[in-house]
């Protein structure tokens, strides 16, 4: 028998006929739940919040990692933090250069429940370059001593309740403290839709931050409004200019990033532009 699961989001709900439950647990952090559902197959929930599913994860954990690494100066060393379900390693890890990936992750629970029931999102978790550490990530780029990152993404939940804080200034600064003067970041900003505040704010924090700051844009199915965004950040790279060499390698192998998806993505539609203009 199936049935209907339903996640609220900012005044919005969303349902999938659910087949099977999978998983649910509680951490000290939050709920984690899997559950396959007649739509998107396979999906991840935290605190009845969809995090992914394995219809649609592909445009999202591409499109949060290839436009920095593509655009980042041969990064070696790249920080993921949050990314619990392996999507956005699995997409780091297939760049060729990369010598370490390391991924923190507050809530081991969430990469145990993903290891065991999301294994075709979380297909590099036994890459040796992976280091996970299950550790308090705004207590990391604040006070660690490893050496810089070429690229660092930020995977996070929604900025509601323990997600907050990965949307503050202060966490983007000790973020910046992480990079490379090269470096590039990359992050998940949220439907500029729906949470059209949080959207311009963390456009405003980061534009205190980086000389560049460049937001574009997807349809995410799964996520409230369909309507998603991330943002590339950098002080010294070109968020137009991609290794070609690389992303020649890189690109047949993608389902949904490639060249024209990368510059179509960066093209902001008038009511982005104005609320850009006007910060
Ligand atoms: N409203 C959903 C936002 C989800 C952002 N993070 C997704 C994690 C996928 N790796």
């Excluded at 699961?5 to 939050?30: D, I, M, N, P």
């Excluded at 605190?47 to 219809?55: I, K, R």
Aim: aromatic fraction near 10%; charged fraction near 25%.
């Amino acid at each position: 028998m199936s049935h209907w699961y339903e996640e609220t989001f900012h005044g919005t709900r969303l349902s999938l006929e659910v087949t099977e439950t999978l998983f649910a647990g509680k951490s000290a952090f939050q709920t984690v739940e899997v559950f396959d559902t007649k739509p998107y197959g396979r999906v991840l929930a935290i605190d009845s919040v969809f995090m992914t599913s394995e219809a649609d994860e592909f445009i999202y954990h591409e499109l949060l990692t290839h436009p920095a690494m593509l655009t980042a100066r041969d990064p070696k060393r790249v920080l993921v933090i949050g990314g619990g379900d392996g999507g956005t390693v699995r997409e780091v890890l297939r760049h060729p250069g990369v010598e370490a990936c390391v991924m923190i992750e507050i809530d081991e629970l969430v990469v145990r429940a993903s290891r065991e029931h999301l294994p075709r999102i979380g297909t590099a978790w036994d890459d040796p370059r992976l280091d996970v550490r299950f550790i308090d990530g705004i207590d990391y780029v604040k006070k660690s001593d490893d050496a810089p990152y070429d690229v660092i993404l930020l995977d996070g939940t929604d900025p509601i309740g323990p997600g907050e804080v990965l949307f503050e200034a202060e966490f983007f600064e000790a973020c910046k403290r992480m990079l490379t003067p090269d470096g590039v970041l990359g992050l998940q900003s949220e439907t500029p839709m729906l949470l059209r505040d949080i959207f311009f704010e963390t456009q405003k924090k980061l534009r205190a931050l980086f000389g560049s700051v460049q937001p574009y844009f997807a349809g995410v199915p799964l996520y409230a409004t369909g309507s998603w965004s991330w943002t590339w950040c950098s002080d010294q790279r070109d968020h137009r200019s991609l290794d070609d060499a690389r992303a020649d390698a890189l690109i047949p192998g993608c389902r949904y990033y490639n060249r024209d998806v990368h510059h179509g993505a960066f093209a902001q539609p008038n009511y982005v532009r104005q609320g850009l203009a006007e910060l």
